[in-house]
């Protein structure tokens, strides 16, 4: 007996431990198997995924043809899933499926139709359809992801659980009496297996509660065998479905569909997919894709029905609006088509309400068109009406009218039911009509009203945004048809004018063809300025004439109007009969003569213009460098002047060493030679201090001669080319010999193998025309005096630069740069004119014209050098910012018997004078920091005491304080810097008037 148990619980425990594994094998095909099912379907969005994307970055054509492919195989392999789905799988993989196949589906229709009038093989589709493949695809994973999650808590749950019961089936072999026990284990065990099961049921439950889609399961009857939670909430309210048929939740019409569909699931055995239009449990009607597909058991035996329904009704009223708008704008672009061919607006505007009519499918249009009194709109254009009213009828302009309100408050009127309307009671021609809704917008532009366009209906309609954008745009053509005519009516009206106004154009004026130059027109003005008889241009090209000093402007001209349609202030040279050239601005534009585009061009002779702005473009450089020039010369001028102060006074104090006196002869020499290249600077500055006396020419260039001579070398040949009878010129007879002799030097330079060069005198009157032609010249008499060589000539673009301070094209070291800068400077601080003329291999001329003086006066003779005396004590109150100028200038004064007070400003000026101080001299600085100039200082000083003899100092005569304060004529100056016994005897000068 035991023996019989023992085998008995042997048998029973093998088998057991067999079985155990088999339930454990079993259970993990099934989750592979359905992980298999999903990944494929994961791998192939994937695919088709990356052939969107590689499309995306291609330009080639067959990219396209890729992603077909990628789809076919996508879905191809969908099928073939589909086809494999059995219980276990169904949920977890219908959910997946409702999320690819909806996306499937709109990749297929916008690769063969396209989106919104853009090509399939456009780039705006490719987007579309990258979005949307990358958009399901993220879905599928994270639905992958749960299904995994599933599938490992199931093994994770029922393996150990298997192998714990396979341990204690091995444990029988200890006895028979276990074995009662074991059954029972194995029972309860098999149990807490099949609520794992349930659990896991449950999990797959929730995965299809939250799909996006209705997912079901149906037996072979018809019968729901599972209904997901968003099938329940659409069809049936959320109740049960599980023993239902379509019937019991449909309506008979749509059941009766439904229920053919499983059928021909069921007989085929094979998927379908349907987009249709299915009632919610709450009345309302969407549109859906339904995807059904056969479930198999274990054999392949067809024993129920799957399927997903995904709500496509946002995207069937988008395609509804889409082909909403294509139809609109087809129309639009129809009419816009028709508004340029058209030239009869009456023709147009019965096109015009057919098309909208057609469009928006509506019974009634209209075109009111105010009349001209401006008492009521005529019906100019309609369709629907009775008829003999279009044309005839009318309607009010006030609030009473649609039409009028629409006027009255420009922007578009509508109208859902006319019968309650309150804004207005609305014409007879609406009510006679029935019209019961309609929209109505105001045709006008620019804040003009032309009439008004209008669409009725004799049933209620809701008009939507789209309808009335699409009916304003319609008014927009409309408009710009009527503003076209009106323009068309008035270009042939001003045609009239135009010959008249063509001809009375104060510039040049041509008509030409645009391509051969052909000549059509020209006027007067055009022939007047260029010098031709009109017989000479007609008919003739600008090639043949050479109008254009540059053909490439001519080019540039019309290419410019080509691309823009007009052109403006073009800057060209034109030539006239003679050769003579001048400046323009041309404008132009492309006008049509005789049914044939021609060029139209104006030109305004600018060649003076241009002139006075190149003037005063050198005038304004060079007073900027004369500006910069003079401030350094000043302020080196204040340098120089301690410099030199400070070596007088240590050659004072060094006796009779000759060495000492000789070092600091040296350092003066060398200082005065620094005041020299100021006095440079500041004559170009036109801040050197002048003497201007009357002066003939021809006796201050002969007395030049024999050290011209000198200086030049025996390879240099001057002449003298004098007028007989020069007009006296009031200047500066110093530093007129300095020019001439700098320009001399700088000839000889030019011609280092010889030459000759020549000094020539003449009286020359410039005009009006010739104070125009230079800068800063006014009209009158002048003294010309050139000078001339016969060197190798300078370029254009060293001409232009000969009068700039430091340019030089001498070698380093052999010439600094400034002789003709002063030149420069000190004719135009005298109100003359200085210019050069040159070219390569022609030699130099350079012109100084030098004004005529206005009285005939002697040349005076210079006074002999003595020494001043000794001051006798008087009181010098010495102005000067500059402390060591300032001690310097006051150590002198005291040497020479002066009592000095000192200051700083005009401020502490004042306080000494506030003070009761006397003083027999007031030496100040013209620039004085404060606020306050000397010549200012000067002014107030003599107001506190009167008599004050006053000696102004500067860094540079003509300075700005000098010219603004308007000092008197009797005003004592000396330029910085000064030595010694120069102020002491200007000092005196102005203490003894008679000190001679």
């Excluded at 069937?316 to 294509?326: G, K, P, T």
């Excluded at 009285?855 to 009181?875: C, H, L, N, W």
Aim: glycine share 10%; hydrophobic share 40%.
């Amino acid at each position: 007996m035991v023996a019989v148990l023992l085998v008995a619980a042997v048998g029973i425990g093998v088998y057991t431990n067999f079985a155990v594994r088999a339930i454990e094998k079993g259970l993990a095909a099934k989750v592979l198997k359905q992980e298999g099912h999903i990944a494929l379907m994961v791998q192939e969005l994937s695919d088709l995924l990356r052939a969107v994307e590689t499309a995306s970055l291609e330009g080639t054509p067959e990219r396209v043809e890729r992603v077909h492919a990628a789809l076919d195989a996508t879905e191809r392999r969908l099928r073939e899933v589909r086809g494999t789905y059995k219980l276990d799988t169904l949920l977890h993989a219908s959910a997946m499926h409702a999320t690819a196949s909806p996306a499937l589906t709109d990749i297929r229709r916008w690769l063969e139709d396209g989106v919104a009038g853009h090509a399939g093989t456009s780039e705006v589709v490719l987007r579309l359809v990258h979005m949307r493949a990358r958009d399901a695809y993220a879905k599928v994973r994270g639905q992958y992801a749960l299904s995994r999650m599933a599938a490992v808590d199931i093994l994770s749950e029922q393996t150990p659980k298997l192998e714990k019961l396979r341990i204690g089936v091995l444990a029988t072999l200890a006895g028979i009496a276990v074995i009662a026990g074991f059954v029972i284990i194995l029972a309860a065990r098999q149990r807490r297996t099949e609520n794992a099961l349930r659990q896991s049921e449950a999990k797959f439950r929730a995965v299809a509660d939250h799909a996006p889609a209705a997912i079901y399961l149906k037996d072979a009857a018809g019968k729901f065998l599972m209904a997901s939670k968003k099938y329940e909430d659409w069809y049936s309210a959320g109740g049960p479905l599980e023993g239902k048929t379509v019937h019991d939740v449909f309506a008979t019409k749509f059941a009766d569909r439904f229920a053919a569909q499983d059928r021909e699931v069921l007989d085929s055995g094979k998927p379908i997919e349907r987009e249709t239009d299915m009632p919610l449990a709450n009345g309302d009607v969407r549109f859906f894709l339904v995807n059904k597909f056969p479930v198999t058991n274990a054999d392949g035996t067809v024993v129920g029905i799957g399927g997903v329904n995904a709500d496509i009704t946002a995207r069937q009223r988008a395609e509804e609006a889409l082909r909403v708008a294509v139809g609109q704008q087809a129309a639009i672009a129809e009419l816009g088509q028709r508004a340029l061919a058209e030239t009869d607006l009456a023709r147009l505007f019965e096109a015009t309400v057919t098309l909208v009519a057609e469009t928006l499918d509506v019974e009634y249009c209209k075109i009111l068109e105010p009349l001209p009194d401006g008492t009521a709109l005529l019906l100019r254009a309609g369709v629907g009406w009775t008829d003999g009213l279009v044309g005839h009828a009318v309607v009010g302009m006030g609030a009473d009218s649609q039409a009028g309100f629409t006027l009255q408050s420009d922007r578009p009127v509508i109208v859902d039911d006319l019968r309650t309307e309150t804004r207005f009671a609305g014409p007879p021609l609406l009510h006679d009509h029935g019209v019961v809704s309609g929209v109505s917008v105001t045709i006008g532009e620019a804040g003009q009203p032309f009439g008004v366009l209008g669409v009725h209906t004799a049933t209620t309609r809701a008009f939507t945004p789209d309808d009335v954008s699409f009916l304003q745009t319609v008014a927009n053509v409309l408009a710009s048809a009527i503003v076209r005519k009106r323009a068309e009516e008035e270009r042939r009206r001003l045609e009239e004018h135009f010959a008249k106004i063509f001809e009375a154009s104060p510039g040049l004026a041509a008509i030409s063809d645009p391509d051969t130059g052909e000549h059509f027109d020209v006027n007067d003005s055009w022939l007047s300025a260029l010098g031709y008889r009109r017989d000479e241009v007609i008919g003739r090209t600008a090639f043949e004439l050479g109008v254009w000093d540059d053909f490439a402007d001519r080019a540039a001209v019309v290419e410019t109007l080509r691309a823009e349609g007009r052109i403006r202030g073009y800057e060209a040279r034109l030539r006239a009969k003679d050769g003579a050239a001048r400046d323009f601005l041309i404008s132009g534009e492309f006008i049509e003569l005789h049914g044939q585009p021609r060029l139209l061009l104006i030109g305004h002779d600018i060649t003076e213009r241009k002139r006075t702005e190149e003037a005063l473009r050198h005038a304004q450089k060079m007073e900027a460098v004369g500006q910069l020039t003079g401030g350094v010369a000043h302020d080196f001028n204040n340098l120089l002047n301690i410099i030199l102060n400070s070596l007088e006074l240590l050659e004072i104090g060094v006796g009779d060493d000759p060495t000492q006196r000789e070092r600091i002869a040296r350092a003066i020499r060398a200082t005065e030679r620094g005041a020299a290249l100021t006095q440079r600077l500041l004559a170009f500055s036109r801040r050197q201090p002048l003497s201007p006396e009357p002066t003939n020419v021809n006796a201050l260039i002969e007395g030049l001669t024999n050290m011209l001579g000198r200086t030049l070398g025996e390879m240099i040949e001057i002449e003298e080319v004098l007028c007989p009878d020069p007009w006296r010129t009031l200047i500066d007879r110093h530093q007129l010999e300095n020019a001439i002799v700098n320009l001399a030097v700088n000839a000889r330079d030019a011609m280092p193998d010889g030459g000759t060069l020549t000094i020539e005198t003449s009286n020359v009157v410039l005009d009006a025309d010739d104070a125009d032609r230079f800068e800063e010249v006014a009209p009158g008499d002048y003294v010309l005096v050139a000078v001339s060589d016969t060197g190798a000539g300078m370029e254009p673009e060293v001409r232009d630069k000969v009068f700039e301070p430091f340019f030089t094209t001498k070698e380093v070291g052999k010439g600094s740069g400034l002789g003709l800068s002063m030149i420069y400077g000190f004719i135009k601080q005298s109100n003359g004119h200085v210019s050069v003329d040159s070219g390569i291999g022609q030699g130099t001329t350079v012109k100084l014209y030098l004004r005529r003086a206005d009285e005939e006066k002697g040349v005076g003779t210079a006074r002999a050098e003595a020494d001043p005396p000794a001051g006798g004590g008087e009181r010098v109150l010495m102005v000067e910012d500059n402390p060591d100028v300032r001690e310097a200038g006051a150590a002198m004064l005291r040497q020479s018997g002066y009592q000095v007070v000192e200051a700083a400003d005009g401020a502490e000026a004042l306080r000494h004078l506030d003070d009761g101080e006397p003083f027999d001299l007031l030496f100040t600085d013209i620039i004085l920091p404060g606020g306050m100039k000397g010549t200012q200082l000067a002014v107030e000083a003599q107001r506190k005491q009167p008599g004050l003899k006053v000696l102004h100092t500067t860094g540079y005569a003509a300075d700005a304080a000098v010219r603004d304060s308007r000092p008197g004529d009797g005003m004592k100056l000396i330029t910085k810097p000064y030595r010694r016994m120069d102020l002491i005897r200007t000092v005196q000068s102005v203490l003894q008037r008679d000190w001679t």
